[in-house]
């Protein structure tokens, strides 16, 4: 394996441990998937559709999310919602969040 590929295979394996948060906290409003890869992107969060649809499926399955079919449009779109299980598990993460992150900048921080 190239060190290229090995690179680009330790920063996707830590952009994933950190989608879930970020997910769950753009969801307050309802959203459909695209609007959120879109909303994600801007915000300096790029996340393929392909992998951010199966996370949206998953989480609705664990009980995180709600979804609905808007069919008033030409195009149905599923809108995604948080749930409040999936409230109270986004307070969770974010407290993680915070003490672990606390901690790596302590170990990393401004050193070069």
């Known amino acids: 394996m190239g060190r290229e590929s090995v690179e680009s295979s330790l920063i996707m394996e830590m952009r994933r441990g950190t989608i ?9 409003e309802p959203v ?3 609007s959120l890869v879109e909303e994600l992107a801007r915000k300096g969060v790029p996340v393929e559709a392909n992998t951010l ?3 949206l499926r ?3 399955s664990q009980g995180l999310l709600d979804n609905r079919w808007d069919t008033s ?6 809108y995604y919602v948080i749930t409040e299980k999936g409230r109270e598990l986004r307070e969770k993460l974010r ?5 672990l992150s606390e901690a ?3 170990i990393v921080g401004g050193s070069k």
């Open 20 to 28: 879930v948060l970020v997910v769950l906290y753009c969801l307050d």
């Open 32 to 34: 459909y998937g695209y």
């Open 53 to 55: 649809y199966p996370l």
């Open 58 to 60: 998953r989480l609705s």
């Open 73 to 78: 449009n030409s195009k149905p779109r599923k």
């Open 95 to 99: 407290e993680q969040w915070n003490v």
């Open 104 to 106: 790596v900048f302590g």
